[in-house]
């Protein structure tokens, strides 16, 4: 049992470049979240899915595309990287009372 | 809407002094509380929660923290701070049952613990 999984671990872009973070739950979750957490800011709710084949947008959606492809993965699509987006990522899925377990990161760097 | 705010960006303790990390929410209806921990370069992991039921909630590595409606709070604490106990910590808040597990995080405490 993995729980919630995330890759790449961490990524380097030039402005403009295209690129897609993957996550994946084994818990059998109906709903997962992308975040996004920069210094001295929290972590801030980039856009969710409560169920497959819905998503809506959080926080801070600007900028990013998100599928969620099957009740397992959730993945967060960055079309043209811009260097605002150099941030920490994680995905999270929801268990009962709404308890969210976190991935381990994705720590993107755009240059 | 909820709403949550963290005392203090960074606190400091001794090894062996008590840890005390504050918080206070804002909620228009029940909420449901949580603390996560986060070490250098991990993800968040669950340190404990509040749903309903008692307001002292026992977690993980013997933290611990009190629900208390009167005052909006849910302060973390800890009796004796171990050098393991340094980490970043964020205190959430979901609108119980009807914010679709959608959590507002606290922007988050680093903790230090001194030798």
């Known amino acids: 049992n993995a729980g919630v999984t995330q890759t790449p671990k961490f990524q380097v872009l030039k402005t403009g470049q295209s690129m897609t973070l993957q996550c994946a739950q084994d818990m059998n979750h109906n709903s997962m979240y992308w975040y996004r957490q920069d210094p001295g800011m929290g972590l801030r709710l980039i856009y969710y899915s409560a169920s497959e084949g819905t998503t809506d947008k959080g926080e801070v959606p600007n900028g990013y595309n998100v599928s969620r492809l099957n009740k397992r993965e959730f993945s967060l699509r960055l079309e043209s990287a811009a260097p605002s987006q150099t941030s920490v990522y994680f995905c999270?899925?929801?268990?009962?009372?709404?308890?969210?377990?976190f991935g381990p990161g994705t720590r993107l760097t755009v240059l | 809407a909820q709403s949550v705010t963290q005392l203090g960006s960074h606190v400091s303790v001794s090894e062996g002094a008590l840890v005390l990390l504050r918080c206070n929410y804002s909620s228009s209806v029940p909420p449901y509380l949580f603390w996560y921990v986060q070490y250098p370069n991990q993800g968040l992991q669950l340190l404990l929660k509040?749903?309903?039921?008692?307001?002292l909630v026992k977690g993980i590595n013997g933290f611990e923290a009190e629900f208390k409606k009167s005052e909006t709070s849910f302060h973390l604490t800890k009796p004796s701070a171990h050098m393991s106990d340094a980490a970043e910590y964020f205190c959430?808040?979901?609108?119980?049952?009807?914010?679709?597990?959608?959590?507002?995080f606290g922007k988050g405490t680093k903790l230090s613990v001194k030798p």
């Open positions: 509040y749903t309903t039921g008692a307001t």
């Open positions: 959430a808040v979901s609108a119980a049952g009807g914010s679709q597990g959608n959590l507002i």
């Open positions: 999270a899925s929801l268990a009962p009372r709404d308890t969210q377990y």
